[in-house]
């Protein structure tokens, strides 16, 4: 598997900064609304399994376009270039079946093959590397809260019609990516009704306040229109779903069960499997409400049971490496990261667990092992912010302040608090030999730093 945001020169970097740099000067409230990305290769698989099929009919590569998981409890999904798909952890927890989960893929996965998005903003698809990513998320996450021009056509200045261009869809692309995602459901085996179940989900909001609204109806806007347009395709498709489903209904329901055991209190998780359930997302449910009850033997049986089913589920792994670094088993942990590393390689995120677990567990040997391994997982996946953190202590650690500052520099770009990642950046540029690739990386977040902090002086 390739990994992801491939190597973008400073070049590409400082185009796609300028592309954004319009819709820039709305970054402080972005900033703060945005919890970032959830990172968890279990439920990124998930996703990816969701995905292959209805991208595969909207003629996208699936190793090409990525589904992310934001930090955010409100609902929404949209895109922000052709690569990534983004959806909500709120809209993800809302969502109560894998079609309707592939849905709203299928609708996302319609704005990119439909050339909504690049129509407007072409040059986003250059903005891979974690300056840019941040601020891109930053401002994703935080425009549908903030956009003052909802209704369409009332753009109140530079600020709310940057932003609505910048995220939001007209109402012929909401009816053209329906259309397009009814074609890609029927055509993938999915039933169309789903989508429809999805915008029960958001009826009636277009007529509340913009404060009371999800930010999904922002980002597409929902008419009545739209919604009887949509009951159209999906009768004159109807009894074209279903078939194919068990791959996706596993999946999700991994996925699913896995984000809503972190999210949920876990003495309610445990109440809500139930005792006869064996599967293998009761299990994973089980392992996490358990671990976050801070009983560790009950955990470890949970996810032993999985792995003894599934001895070459990477993911079982991984979550048995998790629970144990988390319960200060360093070396446990290193060796659970190693094997679900060893059964997935290429997977960044389970290299950065295995990095994680070697710095815990504090010799100069495992320190040394933990940097290279760390740098294997940072030039795979530049938007880990966990990883960055982790790295940044590794370089620490070997005496190498000035990449230390370089990471460190990455990570708040990618949270979008770009003025922290300037700061480390310039401190950066006066520890590292001027043309390195660390002086050039904290080069790339000067630049995308100065290039939103113009467009906010500007106004
Ligand atoms: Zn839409």
Do not use: C
């Amino acid at each position: 598997m390739a990994g992801w945001f491939p190597g973008a020169g400073a070049a590409l970097l400082r185009r796609a900064v300028l592309m954004i740099a319009g819709a820039a000067v709305l970054l402080a409230p972005a900033a703060a609304a945005a919890q970032g990305l959830i990172r968890d290769p279990d439920i990124e698989h998930g996703l990816r399994e969701l995905a292959r099929p209805v991208l595969a009919e909207a003629g996208l590569s699936p190793a090409q376009v990525r589904v992310l998981l934001v930090d955010d409890r409100r609902l929404n999904a949209f895109v922000i270039d052709g690569r990534h798909i983004f959806l909500t952890t709120g809209l993800m927890l809302r969502l109560a079946s894998a079609a309707e989960m592939q849905a709203v893929i299928a609708h996302e996965a319609a704005h990119i093959a439909n050339g909504h998005i690049t129509r407007r903003i072409s040059n986003l698809d250059n903005a891979r590397t974690a300056a840019a990513m941040g601020v891109l998320i930053a401002l994703a996450v935080g425009a549908a809260s903030g956009r003052a021009d909802a209704a369409g056509g009332l753009a109140t200045g530079i600020a709310s019609s940057a932003m609505g261009v910048f995220l939001s869809h007209t109402r012929a692309e909401e009816s053209s990516a329906d259309q397009a995602a009814v074609r890609y459901l029927v055509r993938a085996g999915i039933d169309p009704a789903a989508m429809l179940r999805v915008l029960e989900v958001f009826r009636g909001q277009e007529a509340l306040s913009e404060g009371r609204q999800d930010p999904y109806v922002r980002t597409h806007p929902l008419t009545r229109d739209r919604i009887r347009a949509l009951e159209g395709f999906a009768a004159a498709a109807a009894g074209g779903g279903g078939r194919g489903g068990d791959t996706a209904a596993y999946w999700y329901a991994r996925a699913h069960g896995k984000l809503s055991a972190f999210v949920n209190n876990p003495a309610a998780t445990l109440r809500a499997v139930r005792a006869d359930d064996r599967s293998d997302a009761a299990l994973i449910r089980r392992a996490v409400a358990h671990h976050r009850q801070a009983d560790l033997g009950a955990a470890l049986a949970a996810i032993d049971a999985l792995i003894a089913r599934r001895p070459e589920d990477p993911y079982a792994h991984e979550l048995r490496g998790q629970i144990l670094l988390e319960s200060r088993q360093f070396a446990a942990a290193a060796q659970a990261y190693g094997r679900a590393a060893a059964l997935a390689p290429g997977e960044p995120l389970m290299l950065a667990g295995q990095g994680r677990a070697l710095l815990a567990i504090g010799t100069p040997d495992s320190e040394r092992q933990a940097l290279t391994v760390l740098e294997a997982a940072r030039a795979r996946d530049q938007a880990d912010p966990r990883l960055l953190r982790d790295l940044a202590v590794a370089y620490a650690k070997a005496g190498n302040a000035g990449m230390a500052s370089v990471v460190t520099a990455e990570r708040y770009a990618l949270a979008g608090r770009m003025e922290d990642a300037a700061l480390h950046a310039r401190r950066a540029e006066g520890l590292l030999a001027r043309g390195t690739p660390g002086w050039n990386r904290a080069q790339d977040v000067l630049r995308a730093a100065e290039a939103v902090e113009n467009r906010r002086r500007r106004g």
